[in-house]
């Protein structure tokens, strides 16, 4: 009895490792390319059920649920956030096939019509409208600073985050997304 005991408490730790090797198999974040910068891997945590604005409707993330995302958190006076938002713009054109959504919450104060205002300067078309009105969703989710990215998988769960700018239309970023927020088979 005893030697069967001993044997189940050394395999435990091997049942463990076997168990993280098939969870990185299925999401591969360990690995990103220099062009994402200060990325940090996922907590693994929900998504916060906080509400942010589309239009003039409230969503949370979870209304999402099903698709993987990339959630950039700026604001038109942050200096860095302008200058990776064409970036993310063409990020959102070549991943939205694959089931990747970029969501852009912005916290300024003035809203909807400031950000239209500096799409339409930027050339901005292929990024939704969106509010986090005082900061809700950045608190949630403990962002640092602007601008901070946090991916989330299919399941609204966090693969990880980028705190500050990123090279997000890098080939090796793309490719890097796609299997890091690949649909589990």
Known sequence: ML???????AAAPLL????????????????PPAELGRFE???????PATPFLVGDSERTLADFRGKALVVN???????PCVTEMPALNRLSEAVAADGIAVLPL?????GAPIIEKFYALNGIGHLPVMVDRMGKVARALAVPGLPTTVLYDREGREAGRVVGTAEWD???A???LRACLASPA
Request: proline share 2%; net charge neutral.
């Open 3 to 9: 030697a069967r005991v001993l044997r189940s408490l």
């Open 16 to 31: 463990m490792i076997a168990l993280a090797g098939a969870t990185a198999a299925e999401t591969d974040c360990s690995k």
């Open 41 to 47: 891997g996922g907590s693994g945590k929900e998504a």
């Open 73 to 79: 958190l700026w604001a038109t006076w942050c200096a």
């Open 106 to 110: 912005s916290a300024d104060r003035e």
């Open 170 to 172: 890098a080939p090796e």
């Open 174 to 176: 793309v490719r890097f």
